[in-house]
């Protein structure tokens, strides 16, 4: 018989204990180690980690390291155009296959299987298409334009849209699956009503549709973008970086400070970097996302 | 411009001659295989409230879509003001339209809502700006013109849409279950306003709706419809009073009719022990000899009571349920081994178990042939 | 002053012309697109069935003259990376031993983690819900290092049971969302009679919530299976070279700096490693849309 009331942590005690792999993994290793990091890459760390503190030369280190420049520059221009030609293409895709067109399930299936595969996979079979010698420059040439050139893997000044052609094949699909549950979940009254308003079917696409899509395409930017920070095998596998270092990307220069040059703490400060530039995109979005639900 | 000359056109014709508004001709439509509208044809006059009735899925809103041509037909045709409009455009057909889930464009303001298709249209900004500002004073919104949906309750919602389609300045409304979504209160207001905007306007106006009560209050002409078909047209007091067959019969009025098996041999009509002589009873179509019958009696045209006197018959029940509703009592007895309702007076003291003695009058009965199930 | 005019003997369907020009962008557009995506894959295949000589005369869309399976036995059994040449068949292995546990480690977690947090709350729940929903933005570069002291700590690192850890880990985010989200929009009333039921934490997890969750648990599946076999990242760092996954592999044998360069071989490993993922794509269908879907849009 229980007369006094339970101590409150122990109610639902099983709940909690089976919650703790979901706690210890948001404790130690989302805040813990991410903190961990940041703390790190302030100190003198080049082996090993060291506890010797030295303010933010690593930082000064980094942004004056050619390398860094340059994946920096790469991923601006890598991530700038990968947002708007995954948000165009998966948009334009999306109301394309919402014309009530025949085969719609056959080409849906084509786009995305990209989406299935690795990037490393992906990286292996653009490496292979767009080879000088043997993939699209080649072809063209044979069919007669002798002087053709697309050479995007070997030229150090466009090599970086090489890995975005790669990178928008894998994942436009994607975002076009989702534009297209956004557009499916719009009222079909609406399409109706516009009818009988006599407005064409593009500028309702662009008056009506698209503003009541806002939702769906800042989901699929916030998706896009921090996906972009992450691109590390894709290049790994089509490029390794080179030629030379001319398609660098920070992801890389992390991986490679830590495990290869054996240099922690210029790998502790670059991924800082990233984490700030995800919080510089996460924050705002979030507080608009709480912003809407809390006013209904 | 375009649109402009179209209602031109349409004001004219309308003018000139007494044609029907709308007009249905052998109207067919399927989805692949599904045929959904079957070889309909419907007129309906210029300034008649035409309300759709059925239940769910029996082709209301196809029919409606047809007629403002948001599907294509399979076979048949549709005149609007006597112009044949089967391959226009919905915009050229001279209708407005406002649906169930209102439909309005959630990024723009009232105003917005309202001008957009006109200022599409090519409306000069002067016109666009006094239609909506007349609309807007017929419906009562004008506070509400700067507003966005999302800031409006669903009865201003449903208003607003109805103001898109004011503003087209059209001679048919169509409305497809433009209440379904308020709640019982404002859905009874609403009701009234748009029994008012039809004096006002004078417009065509067809409206689907699966709510009887909502269909009798505002209906010039009742279509009931069953599986793409429509099974009787008429008056509120037609489709009430002289069912075409037992499918209306059972559909309207609430609580439902009653239904009993007989046999109707000359004008001796004969059910549940009881025999009745009906030759007062308005055949449409007098019949020879013997016929099973189905005879239909409605729960509030039972007599009890001092009036039994004018009865034909008269008969005992046992009441087994009373169900008390303050302005009526409506009592659930058993007849023939079939369920019986009697609507009684709410102030009539009654309790389970009673004897009920009940009478009927001959001219309220409803008499349908028990194999076609047809009124006779 | 165009005036509209209506056909006066207008019946049925309004008569389209195939040939429209909407429907002229339409489709070619939609055939460029298409052949975007697909010709990719069709490269692939033709170069892996090509010999060498045939590819250095032709070009990569031409379909091969003889067929040949041999860059498909050379590249699953007798490839090289560094001195090891066994192909990718032990790669292959090694990322099933990876897939098993991982997956169905990380799914018995985050389904309970989710269930936890969807029907049992208590204080905090919400709070770490959050941070490991956020935790999923962060790159994974930032945990990398510390993670491997942790693992080296508990003497997981560089052993099997340390990437099935990692890859636990690192799927909480998205597969708990996934499983709260679903466990939240079943009726409550469900849970509730079956507290008055008298059955407890595991009993209402088990004998109710599972069997009615079974397309979420196969979303997950689908997700984790893919996700898991397409790692490279947490492979390369967390195992050891007799251990690397297929990917690593591939990109070790496809990248070897030594030796002339066989296309075919290439190819081919590309597509054996591509395989899984595609099979699971291919079979999987709605549900795959459905799976990355669900984890996205409901983020
Ligand atoms: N686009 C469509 N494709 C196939 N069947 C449809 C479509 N639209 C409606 N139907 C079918 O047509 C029938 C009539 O639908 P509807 O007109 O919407 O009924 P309601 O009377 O409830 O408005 C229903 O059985 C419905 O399933
Ligand atoms: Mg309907």
């Known amino acids: 018989m229980q007369t006094q009331r339970p101590n409150a942590l122990f109610r639902n005690l099983t709940a909690k204990i089976a919650a703790l792999p979901m706690i210890a993994t948001a404790l130690f290793v989302f805040v813990g180690c991410t903190l961990w990091t940041v703390y790190y890459s302030f100190t003198k760390s080049r082996m090993l980690p060291s506890d010797k503190w030295v303010g933010l030369q690593q930082y000064e280190r980094l942004w004056n390291t050619p390398k860094w420049q340059i994946a920096v520059e790469n991923l601006l221009i890598f991530g700038f155009c990968m947002m708007i030609l995954s948000l165009v293409i998966g948009f334009v895709l999306a109301a394309l296959l919402d014309q009530k067109i025949r085969f719609e399930n056959t080409i849906r299936t084509i786009i995305l299987y990209p989406f299935a595969l690795s990037f490393i996979v992906t990286g292996l079979i653009w490496q292979w298409v767009l080879n000088p010698d043997f993939g699209i420059q080649q072809v063209v040439r044979d069919l007669g334009w002798q002087s053709f050139e697309f050479n995007p893997l070997f030229n150090p000044d466009i090599v970086i849209y090489g890995v975005l052609i790669a990178a928008v094949w894998q994942g436009s699909g994607f975002i076009m699956v989702v534009m297209l549950a956004g557009l499916r979940g719009i009222d079909e009254e609406i399409w109706k009503a516009a009818r009988v308003d006599g407005i064409p079917r593009w500028r309702t696409y662009v008056f009506i549709i698209i503003p009541m899509m806002r939702p769906v395409f800042v989901t699929a930017l916030v998706l896009i973008a921090s996906g972009i920070i992450k691109v590390y095998d894709l290049v790994k596998a089509q490029t390794n970086g080179g030629p030379g270092i001319s398609s660098e990307v920070p992801a890389k220069y992390v991986i490679d400070m830590m495990f290869g040059n054996q240099n922690l703490g210029q790998g502790f400060a670059a991924s800082t970097m990233m984490l700030l530039s995800v919080a510089v995109i996460l924050i705002p979005w979030a507080y608009l996302e709480f912003g809407r639900k809390k006013h209904g | 411009m375009k649109h402009e000359t179209a209602l031109h056109n349409l004001d004219q014709t309308a003018m000139t001659a007494s044609q029907p508004s709308v007009s249905i001709k052998e109207l067919d439509l399927s989805f692949g295989a599904v045929d959904v509208l079957k070889g309909l044809n419907l007129d309906i006059a210029a300034g008649e409230f035409l309300v759709l009735l059925g239940s769910s899925g029996c082709g209301k809103s196809t029919l409606l879509s047809c007629i403002a041509g948001l599907l294509d037909l399979t076979d048949g045709q549709i005149f609007i003001n006597g112009q044949n409009v089967t391959w226009a455009e919905p915009s050229e057909r001279g209708i407005g339209m406002v649906f169930q889930s209102y439909a309005l464009y959630p990024q723009m303001t009232v105003e917005g809502n309202l001008g957009f298709g006109l200022r599409n249209a090519g409306v000069p900004k002067a016109e666009v700006k006094e239609r909506i500002a007349r609309a807007a004073k017929i419906l009562q919104i004008e506070p509400l013109l700067k507003r966005r949906p999302a800031a409006l309750s669903g009865g201003q919602r449903q208003r607003v849409a109805i103001g898109r389609a004011l503003v087209r300045d059209v001679d048919v409304f169509l409305f497809d279950e433009p209440l379904s979504n308020l709640d019982a209160k404002l859905r009874a207001d609403l009701r009234v306003e748009i029994k008012l905007l039809h004096q006002q306007l004078g417009n065509t106006m067809i409206y689907v709706t699966h709510d009887q009560v909502e269909a009798m209050t505002l209906a010039d002409r009742i279509a009931i419809m069953k599986d793409g078909k429509i099974m009787q047209l008429g008056t509120p007091d037609a489709v009430y009073n002289q069912p075409a067959n037992r499918y209306v019969a059972e559909f309207i009025g609430a609580p439902a009719m009653n239904f009993v098996d007989g046999k109707l041999s000359g004008t001796k009509l004969s059910f549940a022990d009881l025999s009745v002589d009906v030759a007062d009873y308005p055949f449409q179509s007098a019949p020879g000899g013997d016929l099973n019958v189905t005879v239909g009696l409605r729960p509030e045209h039972l007599i009890v009571g001092t009036d039994q006197l004018q009865s034909a018959a008269t008969f005992e029940l046992t009441a087994e349920i009373v169900e008390p509703m303050g302005a009526d009592t409506l009592v659930w007895s058993t007849l023939d081994g079939r369920r019986f309702r009697v609507r009684l007076d709410g102030q009539t003291k009654i309790s389970a178990g009673d004897t009920l003695s009940v009478g009927i009058a001959v001219e309220t009965l409803n008499i349908f042939n028990a194999a076609t199930e047809q009124r006779l | ?299």
Not at chain 3, 23 to 52: C, D, E, F, R
Not at chain 3, 239 to 250: A, E, F, N, S
Request: aromatic residues 14%; hydrophobic residues 50%; proline residues 5%.
């Open chain 3, 1 to 299: 002053m165009a005036d509209i005019s209506y056909p006066t003997d207008a019946r049925g369907a309004k008569p389209r012309r195939v040939m429209t020009k909407g429907n002229v962008i339409l489709w070619s557009t939609l055939a460029v697109i298409l052949a975007y995506y697909a010709l990719p894959l069709y490269v692939m295949v033709v170069t892996s069935l090509k010999g060498m000589p045939e590819i250095r005369m032709g070009n990569i869309f031409s379909p091969p003259m003889e067929i040949t399976f041999d860059a498909w036995h050379k590249a699953a059994f007798t490839a090289c990376t560094g001195l090891n040449c066994e192909g990718l068949s032990r790669g292959f292995w090694n990322s099933v031993e990876i897939l098993v546990p991982s997956t169905i480690l990380s799914i018995a977690m985050a389904s309970i983690s989710g269930y936890a947090i969807a029907n049992w709350r208590f204080k905090g729940s919400e709070v770490f819900f959050t941070i490991l929903i956020f935790g999923a933005f962060i790159p994974y570069q930032v945990m990398i290092y510390p993670l491997v002291i942790l693992l080296r700590e508990i003497g997981l690192f560089g052993s099997l049971w340390g990437l099935v850890l990692v890859h636990t880990v690192f799927g909480m985010p998205i597969l708990t969302l996934l499983f709260r989200n679903y466990f939240t929009s079943l009726p409550e009333e469900l849970f509730k009679a079956a507290r008055v039921d008298g059955a407890g934490f595991w009993g209402i997890f088990f004998r109710v919530l599972v069997p009615m969750s079974l397309p979420i648990f196969m979303v997950a599946l689908i997700l984790q299976m893919t996700g898991i076999w397409n790692d490279f990242l947490f492979g390369v760092i967390y195992t050891r070279p007799d251990q690397y996954p297929m990917t690593v592999q591939l990109n070790n044998i496809v990248n070897a700096v030594q030796g002339v360069k066989e296309y075919n071989v290439n190819m081919a490993a590309t597509l054996l490693t591509g395989i899984v993922p595609l099979t699971i794509y291919f079979v999987s269908g709605k549900l795959f849309v459905r799976g990355i879907a669900a984890g996205a849009v409901k983020g």
